[in-house]
């Protein structure tokens, strides 16, 4: 929308526009006109305008806020704005290519790339979840409950500890997930495991430091809520792995990777996308609501991967299949696509593009409970009875 046509929609001057701009209410982006010329997200602005008619109805409004509505916390770690992503002020596409994932944990969990948190890590349920051979979602879990029992520091939720149990348990994570306890930085660890030679380091550690955070998503809103509780960071995490597993967050990745594999039989793409869409199925991995210009992130990791692998079969097909897919729905890939791209390049195990997920998002659990602890809040909505009728 134009500047003029949604200070109409919302009945306010183009100051106070700007101002629901500054405050992440409306996000906005330069046009392609010689004018520069900004325009504004329809959907932001429709949202906007619903919460300020809402306001004689509260419950609505409330209800709306929960389903990719307004800001309803404040948040330091995460910016979404003009189609970017932004950690602490810094462009995560330009951290995913300049920053280690130490780095970058440390600016999330601390506001400098100052590693000072790094210590020794303690796994005492490796053994439990490697003998049991469980998916990497439980195996994780699992880990996190024996870990939790032998490490009294945990319970320790000022800043510069929690950090410490951060790195602990993003370490003990590692460990489930590549099987080797081996000192290396993480994404080192994961190349070795997984037997990626010295080019898919830098896709492995992009993907993870983009995956870092995502403001408020539902497995950081599910590991606040739990922070909240003054639960301890194992536990934190625990519970961001159960929302993540689900299919409507990063669990969408088994599905990519299944569509990937079944497109990879077709000899022809576009033909075979088509008839998914004839069936009524969908194509999953594309399409981000806060993204109308496409997923930045996506866009830097496949960038990443053409880099390093320019003359991949396995690339090319994913490039086709991007390109099949936009022109049909309109729609760019997401995250989850671009994971299970790297997955198919690098011929990473089933399920990997979940576990990066998982590893990176660890990061942004541990910083939304350090800002969590330090509110002394608890999170508590309030529901708004819609059963039965009071008897009597």
Known sequence: MSAADACRALRVTPATLYAYVS???????????????????????????????????????????????????????????????????????????????????????????????????????????????????????AALAVASVHDARACDLRPDRVAHTGWRILLLLTTVAAERSRPAAIEARLARAWRVDDRGIAAIRAALVLCADHELNVSSFTARAVASAAANPYAVVSAGLGALEGIRHGGISLRVESLLQALRRSRNVRGALVERLRRGETIDGFGHPLY?????????????????YPRSPELAFVLDTTAAAAALIREQPTIDFALAALARVLRLPAGSPLVLFALGRTIGWIGHAIEQYATGQVLRPRARYVGVPVNG
């Not at 780095?103 to 053994?127: H, K, N, Q, Y």
């Not at 997923?295 to 990443?304: E, H, S």
């Open 292 to 308: 109308g210009d496409g997923d930045p992130r996506a866009a830097a990791l496949l960038d990443v991967l053409g880099d390093a």
């Open 23 to 141: 405050r992440g209410y409306v996000r906005s982006e330069a046009t392609r006109s010689a004018s520069r010329r900004r325009r504004y997200s329809r959907d932001d602005v429709e949202r906007l305008r619903r919460r300020k008619e809402g306001r004689r109805d509260p419950d609505a409004t409330a209800a709306e806020t929960l389903r990719w509505g307004l800001p309803v916390l404040e948040s330091s770690i995460t910016l979404i704005a003009d189609n970017h992503l932004y950690y602490r002020g810094h462009d995560a596409v330009a951290l995913a290519r300049s920053r280690s994932v130490a780095e970058v944990a440390s600016l999330i969990w601390t506001g400098t790339f100052e590693r000072t948190f790094i210590d020794a890590p303690t796994a005492p349920s490796v053994a439990l979840t490697r003998g049991r051979r469980l998916p990497f979602t439980a195996g994780a879990q």
